[in-house]
């Protein structure tokens, strides 16, 4: 079974300084890989995806993410925190699939980011 | 990308009352989805919403507690039905294209307190 894992419920970072969110998940064969910011009282907002190719991803605002393979893990980065970037961080995984059919996303438990000045 | 519009933002209503959340998308899309979320989790899937039939529902949840209408593709309704205060969550509406490798998009959501 599908399944993803956030394993830090809050990280506290300060302005400034390099962030990290993590994310490893579990698939049956490749999966897709995303992320995404939820501020309050709003949806979740897309940040980025891992299809192919680079395992270094580039997202919206200043947001990257690294897919490990071995270590089957997806962690959101950035190199330098904002009080702005305080918010709730969804990581996202969906199976390749070998053949036809939908396969749905499978979110984490989310994350919160707390930046403080 | 899609631009999806979610009504109501939020909403009090009474035990044993229901709810009608309408999800309108700016574009035709494929795939619909209502999600829950409830206070400090993650998003579970409801159900997809099919196109002219019914909804594909996830272990949990039943129709005649969720049902789900999609008259054509830009827009779904979800009613909670005879609420009571453990449905006290967020309802978000979620549209994707058929590709697996396309991300979802979210409407700001809906957040639903039962009293």
């Known amino acids: 079974a599908q399944s993803v894992a956030q394993p830090e419920d809050q990280v506290n970072v300060a302005e400034g300084n390099p962030l990290t969110v993590k994310c490893t998940y579990s698939v049956s064969g490749n999966p897709y890989l995303f992320w995404y910011v939820q501020y309050p009282n709003r949806g979740l907002q897309f940040l980025l995806k891992y299809i192919t190719g680079d395992n270094l991803v580039k997202g919206s605002y200043g947001f990257e993410a690294e897919f490990n393979k071995s270590q089957t893990s997806f962690h959101l980065k950035k190199p330098s925190a904002l009080v702005s970037d305080s918010a709730l961080y969804f990581c996202a995984v969906r199976d390749r699939g070998l053949s036809g059919g939908y396969n749905k996303l499978i979110f984490g438990a989310g994350t919160r980011l707390a930046v403080h000045p | 990308s899609a631009v999806i519009s979610q009504k109501p933002s939020r909403d009090i209503c009474q035990r044993g009352t229901s709810l009608t959340i309408q999800c309108q998308v700016d574009?035709?899309?494929?795939?619909m989805f209502w999600y829950r979320q409830q206070p400090g989790q993650s998003l579970t899937l409801i159900a997809t919403?099919?196109?002219?039939?019914?909804?594909?529902?996830e272990s949990g949840f039943v129709i005649d507690k969720f049902p789900i209408s999609r008259p054509n593709l830009t827009f779904s309704t979800l009613t909670v039905s005879n609420m009571s205060p453990e449905d006290s969550s967020i309802y978000l509406c979620s549209v994707e294209a058929l590709s697996r490798n396309t991300e979802a998009f979210f409407g700001q959501g809906t957040r639903l307190t039962v009293v």
């Open positions: 574009s035709q899309v494929t795939m």
């Open positions: 919403a099919n196109q002219g039939s019914e909804a594909t529902y």
